[in-house]
């Protein structure tokens, strides 16, 4: 059994250990599997991971054991990798978040069994300024990832008459996210409000589709339209990341087209992909959500989506 291996990478000396633990179950991938995805997909990853503060989701025993989250980046870390300090809204203490600007600092952080990675929606140069809006659709059952697919439509109509263009990925679950691409000034109180009122405006064109609000009460049948993750403090798991499911499932870009097709064809299998598909397809296509890093685009106002 491989129980530690030492390897050099981009001139950083790295510890593996624990090569052989199962993290996925049900389909016997090991932590050196989940590194070896990580390795795969890095070209791609590592610019939605840059300069981003990074929220882990660490499952030390596997995905069907417990787990925990963690802000603060480990004392231990590599001396190459960098830390950005950020003041906790909740507790008021400084949490210094890693920052995973290299291949080395991907591997290294799953090797902690860092299964899903979140990060921020500001990079750390500028907490205060996000550089994208998001929506996470969310089906309460018996709605499902189909039903999010004809939400995600709604809202990039909307999108649409404001001239915002807008990317969709899955959440490597049930749901999707959709992304809003701004790369321009603006506050978290500008995007929280837009994306408040979007959410609103939707629930009042579908009410029998949609929801806005939390409760789960509420939600049986329909789509949450989540604004509220447009938030200083709020971090959404990364493109191309790993999920924490019984099978390696990844939240991963997809097309509007290829949205469009699984839900003429309500075909939900369409909208799923696991590790070694992932690597296959973003190798032949490339990162289709690229223009979330560099598309700039002007929040109009709120009244606008009146």
Request: glycine content about 6%; proline content about 5%; some cysteine.
């Amino acid at each position: 059994m491989r129980r530690k291996q030492q390897v050099e990478i981009e001139g950083v000396r790295i510890t593996l250990t624990n090569l052989d633990k199962v993290l996925y179950p049900a389909g016997g991938l090991t932590k050196a599997g989940v590194i070896h995805y990580y390795h795969e997909i890095a070209p791609y990853m590592l610019p939605h991971l840059e300069g981003r503060p990074l929220t882990m989701k660490r499952f030390p025993d596997g995905v069907r054991s417990q787990y925990f989250y963690e802000k603060q980046c480990p004392d231990y870390h590599p001396e190459s990798l960098e830390t950005a300090t950020i003041k906790s809204e909740d507790s008021g203490k400084k949490v210094d978040y890693c920052l995973i600007n290299s291949l080395a600092d991907l591997i290294w952080v799953a090797n902690l069994a860092s299964i899903e990675l979140h990060t921020l929606l500001c990079r750390a140069e500028d907490t205060d300024r996000p550089t994208m809006m998001v929506f996470d659709l969310d089906p309460g059952a018996p709605a499902d990832i189909l039903d999010s697919a004809q939400a995600a439509f709604w809202l990039q109509d909307v999108l649409d008459q404001l001239d915002l263009r807008s990317f969709i990925k899955t959440s490597g679950g049930k749901g999707l996210h959709l992304y809003v691409p701004l790369n321009t000034p603006v506050t978290f109180d500008d995007t929280k409000g837009f994306a408040r009122g979007l959410a609103r405006l939707l629930e009042k064109e579908h009410s029998g589709e949609i929801t806005s609000h939390m409760r789960k009460d509420m939600r049986t049948g329909k789509v949450l339209v989540d604004w509220s993750q447009n938030d200083s403090h709020k971090t959404t798991v990364c493109a191309y990341s790993l999920r924490a499911r019984e099978q390696p499932a990844v939240s991963m870009p997809v097309t509007w087209d290829e949205l469009k097709s699984a839900l003429k064809r309500r075909d939900a299998a369409r909208l799923w992909f696991e590790a070694d598909a992932a690597v296959k397809r973003v190798k032949t296509s490339g990162d289709i959500f690229e223009p979330v890093l560099s598309l700039k685009q002007q929040l109009p106002e709120l009244a606008a989506v009146a």
